[in-house]
């Protein structure tokens, strides 16, 4: 029997309706993922960390037809990496870099055949409010990327803003702009059904299963793990925040940090729920980086916390993943109430709950899609996503898999190179 067929019967080749609970979600991948275990040792290719990137690597090859093992240190989903927290921004208009705007529209449209093939919803169309001083480069860098690929971008005027926009009080020297193509994906459950898809197809899904070291030797890299050392002739390293122990020649250019999300009661509650209120970003002159958040969404659909979501993208304090300090402080909750209290007046009446998140920071705040460097093309790594990568999950594992089989990709990623800080 070919081996996807044994898996296929083996697991019933039941996909669970991808519009069920996350706690059904998660309890159905992690009874498949445990019976796609083998005794095997020999993979075309392993994957390290099957989070945001590794698990649409293993979803991407699987599919291809590869046999890929997708290694993962804890649960899946689970709350300690870069990941957990419901929603992440996605948007085109990308003030960071235009070159990552073809990579934008690639990954839009691997969503989207996600969504197609299991029936869930993954990407809300909220629109994202923009606001800021002309000179931020939020403003400044989001008109770059809009002008060169004629993205949609709508100046909202006075009387909008009065009307649709009420929750927010702006200052008049502010710019204020919306993307209407702009909203949010859910995490947790594009993880899980990466990972669903990926068994689906063939793959092997160990979890609560960490990576201690590999090796390559020729052509072959022996990779060992706290329970066993399997073979492969491909590697894929997209371990997170964890990046720089797994490839400890990248680890001075990978530095990880403290970020902390809340997830608030407004004083009017229905106004900012979703249908009410869109996604936003603020670029408050008087502080650094930039505050954004999300409409409140119903816990029977997106799972918890309750509230509305906020968080400041700046860098936090620098930190190690297995010892940074997930307890919040009074700095971090006053931070994003001084926020709320001077731009939304009835945003915020009480903390619901705060959790930490980690970044993975790379010098110039780009990512590292790259080989290894002194593999031979047979190490491929993702990371750096430096606190805006979860919106480009859906086509980097597409990158990392084509990378990994082929030695080249088709996606201008030039830009993300890994020698770039040497
Ligand atoms: C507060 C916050 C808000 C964010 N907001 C946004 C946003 O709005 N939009 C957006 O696009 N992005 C956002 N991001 C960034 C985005 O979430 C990250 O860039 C992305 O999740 C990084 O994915 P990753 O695969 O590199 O890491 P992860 O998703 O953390 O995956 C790494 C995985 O590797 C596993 N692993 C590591 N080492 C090992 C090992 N040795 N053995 C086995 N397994 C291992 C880990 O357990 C983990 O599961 C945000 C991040 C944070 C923290």
Redesign the pocket.
């Known amino acids: 029997m070919k081996r996807r067929e044994f898996i296929n019967r083996s697991m019933g080749a039941t996909m669970l309706a991808s519009t069920a609970p996350l706690s059904k979600l998660f309890a159905h991948v992690n009874e498949i993922a445990s019976k796609s275990v083998t005794q095997d040792a020999n993979y075309d290719v392993i994957v390290?960390?099957?989070?945001?990137?590794?698990s649409s690597t293993c979803y991407h090859l699987a599919k291809q037809g590869h046999k890929v093992l997708g290694?993962?240190?804890?649960d899946i989903p689970?709350e300690?990496?870069?990941?957990a927290?419901q929603s992440?921004?996605?948007r085109k208009a990308y003030f960071e870099h235009p070159d990552y705007v073809p990579l934008l529209e690639r990954a839009y449209q691997n969503w989207k055949t996600l969504e197609d093939e299991t029936g869930a919803e993954l990407y809300f169309k909220t629109g994202l409010l923009y606001y800021g001083k002309s000179d931020h480069a939020l403003i400044k860098g989001l008109w770059e990327s809009a002008n060169k690929y004629s993205i949609p971008i709508n100046e909202i005027t006075s009387k909008e803003q009065a009307s649709h926009f009420s929750q927010f009080r702006i200052a008049d020297d502010y710019e204020r702009l919306i993307e209407p193509d702009a909203g949010f994906v859910t995490?947790e459950r594009a993880v899980l059904l990466y990972t669903e898809r990926a068994i689906q197809s063939g793959a092997s899904i160990h979890t609560k299963?960490?990576?201690l070291e590999w090796k390559r030797n020729g052509s072959t890299i022996t990779v060992k793990t706290d329970k066993k050392t399997y073979q492969c002739k491909k590697l894929v390293i997209?371990?997170?925040?964890?990046?720089g122990?797994?490839v400890p020649g990248l680890s001075k250019d990978l530095k990880v940090t403290r970020?902390m999300?809340a997830w608030v009661k407004p004083k009017n509650w229905k106004r900012f729920e979703l249908g009410n209120f869109p996604c936003w970003t603020i670029a408050d002159h008087e502080r650094p980086g930039i505050y954004?958040g999300f409409p409140i969404l119903p816990t029977s659909q997106f799972g918890g916390p309750i509230g509305m979501k906020l968080?400041h993208h700046y860098h936090g304090d620098v930190t190690h993943a297995d010892r940074v300090n997930r307890i919040p402080t009074q700095e971090d909750e006053s931070n994003l109430i001084r926020m709320l209290n001077k731009f939304m007046p009835e945003g915020y009446e009480s903390t619901h709950v705060m959790k930490t998140?980690?970044?993975?920071n790379t010098p110039d705040e780009n990512f590292v899609l790259d080989f290894v460097p002194d593999q031979q093309k047979n190490v491929v790594i993702?990371?750096g996503?430096s606190?805006?990568?979860?919106?480009?999950?859906s086509v980097v594992g597409e990158i990392m898999a084509e990378l990994a089989i082929t030695g080249s990709t088709t996606q201008p990623i030039g830009f993300l190179n890994a020698q770039r800080f040497s």
């Open positions: 390290v960390g099957v989070g945001s990137m590794g290694l993962e240190q804890f689970h300690l990496g870069s990941y927290g992440r921004i996605i995490p299963e960490k990576t997209t371990a997170g925040p964890w990046a122990e797994v970020q999300i954004y968080a998140c980690l970044y993975t993702a990371a996503f606190g805006h990568g979860f919106k480009f999950s």
